[in-house]
């Protein structure tokens, strides 16, 4: 069990927003709504330190996200963890992700990047994003150039994107036009909450496109195979689930199912229940190696 070695810690809140996705997606923030992060800091004596944003799964903040600010903090970055959920009245979207947006955490990413712009401590030119899960769907798109342009204030801009199974079932107008920063997806072969299929089509595109982006896949690894707390499998009946569906924006904040050309919805007959969550080993191993190596570039 690693343990925690900040050299200081300070909960910050800031302001945020609550859109749909097609508020989103239209260039309207929608509802204010104050949440909070918890920043760590690897020094306390001063100076301007690099820093990973952590955007949680539709769990919330719980012990994998933790242990990889603890990780990060031994390699001597500064964790900013965003809680999306608590400000906003809710504990856990996994059986009703209808309860949020899905680019929400989008929105969260860019205004902790702002907040933390201003931070005496942190060096703004080193900030970079990590989510996981619904956290990693907005850690990609917040790296989509039109998205940026429609909601991301100032000049701090992050370092690079990286996205532990992320939800890549949507395709969104101009999702091929990225910032030009590196983005690292890891990915299990066998998540059956996510599926790393779409995620393979994707970055496809982007690379055609000329963006930086790898996508590092993991044989027989499920959903949150860097969780050490799921050691033993386990199943969550009544997770929703989009794949078995495809979404495309095709028009602007116009979303439809690709095959019904209905309008996408949470309740639609296309929307799995049940998934797994199981650590592996290698899998963790060989992600976080990866991570730590990705990261050196800017340390």
């Known amino acids: 069990m690693l343990a925690p070695i900040a050299a200081r810690a300070e909960v910050i809140p800031f302001r945020s927003n609550t859109p749909g ?14 949440i909070a992060g918890l920043l760590r800091l690897p020094r306390a004596d001063g100076g301007r330190q690099p820093a990973a944003v952590l955007l949680h799964g539709s769990g919330g903040v719980i012990s994998y996200v933790e242990s990889w600010s603890q ?12 809680d999306s959920f608590s400000g906003r ?21 860019y205004r902790a990047l702002e907040r933390l712009a201003a931070h005496p401590f942190v060096d703004d030119r080193r900030v970079v994003l990590i989510g996981f899960s619904r956290g990693g769907q907005g850690a990609l798109y917040a790296a989509l150039s039109r998205f940026r342009r429609l909601h991301l204030r100032g000049h701090a801009r992050y370092a690079a994107h990286v996205a532990f199974y992320p939800n890549c079932c949507t395709r969104y107008l101009d999702d091929e036009q990225v910032e030009a920063v590196p983005i690292r997806i ?36 499920h959903h949150v195979f860097d969780g050490e707390a799921y ?11 989009m794949r078995d569906c495809r979404v495309v924006e095709v028009e602007t904040g116009r979303l439809v199912d690709r095959t019904s050309g209905r309008p996408f919805r949470w309740d639609d007959t296309s929307i799995a229940r049940g998934a797994t969550a199981a650590y592996h080993a290698d899998a963790a191993r060989a992600s976080i190696a990866a991570v730590a190596a990705f990261l050196r570039r800017w340390h």
């Open 186 to 221: 890891h990915h299990g072969e066998a998540d059956d909450l996510n599926p790393i299929g779409p995620c393979r089509d994707y970055v496809t595109r982007l690379q055609a496109a000329g963006a930086d982006v790898q996508l590092h896949a993991y044989a027989d690894a």
């Open 21 to 34: 996705d097609e508020q989103f997606l239209s260039g309207i923030d929608g509802p204010e709504a104050t």
């Open 231 to 241: 050691a033993t499998p386990a199943y969550a009946p009544h997770a929703l689930s």
């Open 71 to 82: 990780r990060l903090l031994a390699l001597g970055w500064a964790t900013f963890t965003v």
């Open 89 to 109: 009245g809710l504990a856990s979207v996994r059986e009703n992700q209808g309860a949020l947006g899905r680019l929400v955490g989008v929105l969260d990413a």
